[in-house]
């Protein structure tokens, strides 16, 4: 897997979500038991937009990405919109979904 961002985006993310860096993000793509789905609502033609709510290595994470492309290798490159810190709501879905 590869990931990409904004190095502007990146620094204003930390400073808008409590410390939340892409670079803690990249740990969420190693959690087995994330929740994953297409965000149709802001997602274009051009753009089709993932949320995945996730274990980073210190706390649970929602982060919004773009998927780009897969390479000739079958590896995946992603582009980091946002990532913050699970609300209580989302805190309980990811629960719920990992009970079974």
């Known amino acids: 897997m590869n990931f990409v961002w904004d190095p502007d985006k ?3 993310n930390i400073i808008k979500h409590d410390g939340v860096s892409f670079d803690e993000a990249i740990e969420t793509f190693y959690d087995d038991h994330a929740i994953e789905e297409f965000d149709e ?18 706390r649970l994470l929602v982060v919004v990405f773009i998927d780009l492309t897969i390479d000739v290798a079958g590896e995946a490159t992603y582009r980091f919109i946002s990532a913050r810190r699970a609300e209580r709501d989302e805190q309980k ?5 990992n009970q079974a």
């Open 10 to 12: 990146s620094a204003s």
């Open 41 to 58: 609502a802001n997602s274009s033609d051009v753009e089709k937009r993932f949320i995945r709510i996730a274990l980073s290595t210190r």
């Open 93 to 97: 879905l990811y629960e719920e979904f």
